[in-house]
């Protein structure tokens, strides 16, 4: 073979290639075209289905569901979801025609478990609560609560009742091990499973041996309170004495002492204001005026005037 040949060779192979390549990618262009432009079978719920449901046949239904739409963890096949012999159960709850996700249920033949739901580096801690302090059976499990805590703290003479906040925005794992009744109305329940980190978790546990725990609703995605007050049992009332209010709290720590002072002050003023005022008594009248104090005085009968030289001979 002379030059030419193998020149023309080799430009033959690589427009071979170029080829190929080509339409290659054309073949795959349109296929993932087709494929996003269709449809897959999904495993949705066909009832709501709670924390601790067992996910079961008559629980689960296949849709067709958007390719370009699928969300990562979706069941396709019956066998996948529920295989023999080994259940499922909801961790999280999963509303009618939601598809089932592997976040959402347990592993294969375990049970509900609250550790799967928590977070890198959070624990799950749980303190009691009742009608009152679980705000009448309507926290939920995924509420967002501040933890409040009323303790007894000694003080130098006596015993004061004080409540602080605890923790703020802190998630509610579970309530119990239901969130509802079976008619759907709000359970009173007696402990609620809190989303912590490992310090507030120690902050719990202590909080439950010194004194009562309250839960108190918040509004989702409102922001922490950076300054938070002591309550005291001086405090139970609409203002302080006389309308006065509390005094900004330019620092925290010194807030005691400012409402403490503020207190004070208001006190003393007012039983200062209901004391009687003494009256001081009159002042005896003279019986006669100094000489340099007489005036004259002019007294008309009919035409006539006389003057008298002080006011006492005029008369």
Same mark, same amino acid.
């Given at each position: 073979?002379?030059r030419?040949?193998i020149?023309?060779? @080799?430009? =033959?192979?690589?427009?071979g290639?170029?080829? %190929?390549?080509?339409? +290659?990618?054309?073949?795959?262009?349109?296929?993932? &075209?087709?494929?996003?432009?269709?449809t897959?079978?999904?495993?949705v719920?066909?009832l709501?289905m709670?924390?601790?449901?067992?996910?079961t046949?008559?629980?689960?239904r296949?849709?067709?569901?958007p390719?370009?739409?699928?969300?990562?963890?979706?069941f396709?096949t019956?066998?996948?979801?529920m295989?023999?012999?080994?259940k499922?159960?909801?961790?999280?709850?999963?509303?009618?025609?939601?598809?089932?996700?592997?976040?959402?249920?347990?592993?294969?033949?375990?049970?509900?478990?609250i550790?799967?739901?928590?977070?890198?580096?959070?624990?799950?801690?749980?303190?009691?609560?009742?009608?009152?302090?679980?705000?009448?059976?309507?926290?939920?499990?995924n509420?967002?609560?501040?933890?409040l805590?009323?303790?007894?703290?000694? @003080?130098a =003479?006596?015993a004061?009742q004080?409540?602080? %906040?605890?923790?703020q +925005?802190?998630?509610?794992?579970?309530i119990?091990? &239901?969130?509802?009744?079976?008619?759907?109305?709000p359970?009173?329940?007696?402990?609620?499973?809190?989303?912590?980190?490992?310090?507030?978790?120690?902050?719990?546990?202590?909080?439950?041996?010194?004194?009562?725990?309250?839960l108190v609703?918040r509004?989702?995605?409102?922001?922490?309170?950076?300054?938070?007050?002591?309550?005291s049992m001086?405090?139970?009332?609409?203002?302080?004495?006389?309308?006065?209010?509390?005094?900004?709290?330019?620092?925290?720590?010194?807030?005691?002492?400012?409402?403490?002072?503020?207190?004070?002050?208001?006190?003393?003023?007012?039983?200062?204001?209901?004391?009687?005022?003494?009256?001081?008594?009159?002042?005896?009248?003279?019986?006669?005026?100094?000489?340099?104090s007489?005036?004259?005085?002019?007294?008309?009968r009919?035409?006539?005037?006389d003057?008298?030289?002080?006011?006492?001979?005029g008369?």
């Amino acid at each position: 073979m002379n030059r030419q040949a193998i020149i023309a060779l @080799g430009v =033959a192979v690589i427009l071979g290639l170029l080829a %190929v390549f080509f339409a +290659n990618s054309f073949l795959t262009g349109k296929e993932r &075209q087709a494929y996003a432009g269709g449809t897959t079978k999904v495993a949705v719920a066909t009832l709501p289905m709670t924390f601790g449901v067992d996910v079961t046949p008559d629980k689960v239904r296949f849709v067709d569901y958007p390719n370009s739409s699928l969300p990562p963890g979706v069941f396709t096949t019956a066998a996948a979801l529920m295989p023999a012999g080994k259940k499922r159960v909801a961790l999280m709850p999963i509303a009618v025609n939601e598809p089932i996700l592997a976040s959402k249920i347990s592993a294969e033949g375990q049970g509900a478990s609250i550790a799967a739901l928590l977070p890198d580096g959070m624990r799950a801690a749980s303190v009691r609560i009742n009608d009152v302090s679980g705000v009448a059976g309507f926290v939920q499990p995924n509420d967002s609560v501040d933890v409040l805590i009323t303790r007894t703290v000694e @003080g130098a =003479a006596t015993a004061a009742q004080v409540t602080d %906040v605890l923790l703020q +925005n802190v998630r509610v794992i579970a309530i119990d091990q &239901q969130s509802k009744n079976a008619d759907g109305t709000p359970k009173v329940a007696k402990t609620a499973t809190l989303e912590v980190n490992p310090i507030d978790a120690q902050k719990l546990a202590l909080a439950q041996q010194v004194g009562d725990l309250g839960l108190v609703l918040r509004k989702p995605g409102e922001q922490n309170n950076p300054v938070v007050e002591t309550v005291s049992m001086s405090d139970l009332r609409y203002n302080m004495y006389g309308g006065a209010r509390y005094p900004a709290p330019a620092v925290v720590g010194n807030l005691g002492s400012a409402i403490g002072g503020a207190m004070n002050r208001s006190a003393a003023q007012i039983a200062n204001a209901s004391r009687p005022v003494p009256r001081r008594p009159a002042a005896r009248a003279k019986t006669s005026a100094p000489a340099s104090s007489a005036r004259p005085i002019e007294i008309f009968r009919g035409t006539k005037s006389d003057q008298s030289k002080d006011g006492a001979n005029g008369r």
